[in-house]
């Protein structure tokens, strides 16, 4: 039952970090009132102190949930890219792949190349748990490889697990290489198991890398000397923007903070503090000073000062921190800290229709399925189930203590909202965006847009996953305290 919990908590928090895009908080209509019966107006309306017991407390130090919270990004990256990500494997900094690779040396004889195969070390044939972009020293290994297609077809910008691909590089001088230093080389990749990067999608975008990125920035700015040198890549530029559109309006944007990488760095380089210049699009013209510079090196000092080795690892628990915030991890915590002290039958009732439905339906259908054609006997130790005589009781366990999990979530969540005082004015700006999601979703009907934003259909788990579950993360991470990184981001939450 462990893994199943598991399992259960993963499906909502990958469903409210998806599709809490999909909701734009815009006044537009007044939705309808749902029936008196609905779960979400027993959860609006009765006193839930009846049902649930919990504690939100002042403080919360975060030496004491680092651990639990980094397991729940693990199976949250872990699920999301299972449900999402099928076979493509993307090569970006926080991704983890596991892959199998070979080498040819490549020559030009005539005019054409010629591929002879080497033998790579043992340690590089084979890569268990590789972090793209984790090591500054393979960064030029990580840049060809994000580049490379699968064989045939040369166009993706992506790779496909299990799927030879090819890809050409010159390797660095420098003894690490021996003899093909400064040499071309041609790879064969097999990626054999990738995990994607953290995502957060809201109203459209990846919100993830924005807020990481602003994030770190801001650590930097707030904890780095600043230098006079010139802009280069990985320095971190502090500036103002003021953009004039074509009709003669200007809008100011002050203190903004950018790492120059990518295209960044192309209008940023070799530029330095008090420099000023403009960029002409089609549409609008910005003006650009630069405020601050903050060297990729001083950068490092500051980060290893923080505690940390690397760059990389002060962003990987930024990422972390930001699955803790908006996708649920901080609620997963605080819902497994509070005592359900009894379940509502509505409630129970309900939910074990709505998710007999739509919960696992594959999985339970295949188990039924093996029993019958094997034998509950052999079905039930192949799935490794004991202290059961048939599958069907097991998968009958297996719904109610999902349903009582999900309607513990739910009532807790509620509760907390209720406790914190927000949630009469959360559940306005939901109504108000469900509305226009209707509309511009082409939706028939509430329920239809509904189902498209949660799996059993339910108003309070849309309401639950899209609203609750982020602003309570925003509400309990301004919270904690002992972390490296929170004082310099106190004031960093999206919250309302």
């Given at each position: 039952m462990e893994n199943t919990n598991k399992n259960t908590k993963k499906l909502v928090i990958i469903i409210a970090a998806f599709l809490a895009a999909l909701l734009v908080i815009v006044p537009l209509v007044v939705l309808l009132a749902a029936r008196s019966t609905a779960p979400i107006d027993f959860l609006m309306e009765k006193d839930l102190s009846k049902y649930v017991d919990f504690e939100i407390p002042?403080?919360?130090?975060?030496?004491?949930?680092?651990?639990?919270?980094?397991?729940?990004?693990?199976?949250?990256?872990?699920?999301?890219?299972?449900?999402?990500?099928?076979?493509?494997?993307?090569?970006?900094?926080?991704?983890?792949?596991?892959?199998?690779?070979?080498?040819?040396?490549?020559?030009?004889?005539?005019?054409?190349?010629?591929?002879?195969?080497?033998?790579?070390?043992?340690?590089?044939?084979?890569?268990?748990?590789?972090?793209?972009?984790?090591?500054?020293?393979?960064?030029?290994?990580?840049?060809?490889?994000?580049?490379?297609?699968?064989?045939?077809?040369?166009?993706?910008?992506?790779?496909?697990?299990?799927?030879?691909?090819?890809?050409?590089?010159?390797?660095?001088?420098?003894?690490?290489?021996?003899?093909?230093?400064?040499?071309?080389?041609?790879?064969?990749?097999?990626?054999?198991?990738?995990?994607?990067?953290?995502?957060?999608?809201?109203?459209?975008?990846?919100?993830?890398?924005?807020?990481?990125?602003?994030?770190?920035?801001?650590?930097?700015?707030?904890?780095?000397?600043?230098?006079?040198?010139?802009?280069?890549?990985?320095?971190?530029?502090?500036?103002?923007?003021?953009?004039?559109?074509?009709?003669?309006?200007?809008?100011?944007?002050?203190?903004?903070?950018?790492?120059?990488?990518?295209?960044?760095?192309?209008?940023?380089?070799?530029?330095?503090?008090?420099?000023?210049?403009?960029?002409?699009?089609?549409?609008?013209?910005?003006?650009?000073?630069?405020?601050?510079?903050?060297?990729?090196e001083n950068a490092e000092?500051?980060?290893?000062?923080?505690?940390?080795?690397?760059?990389?690892?002060?962003?990987?628990?930024?990422?972390?921190?930001?699955?803790a915030v908006y996708s649920d991890g901080f609620m997963l915590l605080a819902t497994q800290s509070a005592k359900v002290l009894s379940y509502p039958k509505n409630l129970l009732n309900t939910y074990t229709k709505l998710e007999d439905a739509t919960w696992e339906t594959d999985f339970r259908k295949d188990a039924v399925s093996f029993a019958e054609a094997l034998g509950d006997e052999t079905a039930l130790e192949t799935y490794g189930i004991t202290g059961y005589e048939t599958i069907e009781d097991y998968l009958d366990d297996l719904l109610e203590d999902h349903v009582k999990t999900l309607t513990g979530e739910l009532m807790t969540s509620f509760a907390m909202a209720k406790e914190f005082g927000v949630l009469e004015e959360l559940h306005e700006r939901y109504e108000t965006s469900l509305a226009s999601y209707i509309v511009s979703g082409g939706f028939a009907n509430k329920q239809e847009a509904l189902e498209a934003l949660y799996a059993n259909g339910d108003e309070a788990c849309v309401f639950y996953s899209n609203f609750l579950s982020p602003i309570l993360g925003t509400k309990f991470a301004q919270r904690v305290t002992d972390a490296p990184f929170a004082q310099y981001l106190t004031d960093s939450y999206v919250s309302y």
């Open positions: 002042e403080t919360i130090k975060y030496g004491d949930i680092k651990e639990a919270v980094a397991s729940g990004y693990d199976v949250f990256r872990v699920g999301l890219t299972e449900s999402y990500f099928g076979t493509d494997v993307y090569v970006e900094e926080g991704s983890t792949m596991d892959f199998t690779l070979s080498a040819e040396l490549v020559t030009e004889s005539e005019g054409a190349k010629e591929y002879t195969e080497i033998t790579l070390p043992a340690e590089y044939a084979k890569i268990v748990g590789y972090r793209p972009y984790s090591e500054a020293e393979n960064r030029f290994f990580d840049d060809a490889l994000a580049k490379a297609g699968n064989i045939d077809d040369y166009s993706q910008y992506y790779l496909s697990k299990n799927t030879a691909a090819k890809f050409e590089l010159t390797l660095p001088e420098g003894e690490r290489f021996g003899e093909y230093a400064g040499k071309t080389l041609r790879f064969t990749i097999t990626v054999t198991d990738y995990v994607c990067r953290y995502i957060y999608l809201y109203d459209g975008y990846d919100n993830s890398i924005t807020t990481v990125e602003d994030w770190y920035c801001k650590i930097i700015t707030s904890t780095a000397e600043k230098s006079s040198g010139k802009i280069e890549e990985g320095d971190i530029v502090l500036f103002d923007c003021t953009d004039t559109y074509k009709n003669g309006t200007t809008e100011k944007y002050e203190d903004l903070c950018i790492e120059a990488t990518g295209d960044y760095l192309e209008y940023f380089k070799d530029r330095s503090e008090g420099d000023s210049f403009t960029e002409e699009f089609s549409d609008i013209t910005e003006n650009f000073v630069i405020k601050g510079v903050y060297k990729a000092e500051a980060v290893k000062a923080l505690g940390y080795d690397s760059v990389f690892a002060l962003k990987e628990e930024l990422r972390i921190w930001c699955y």
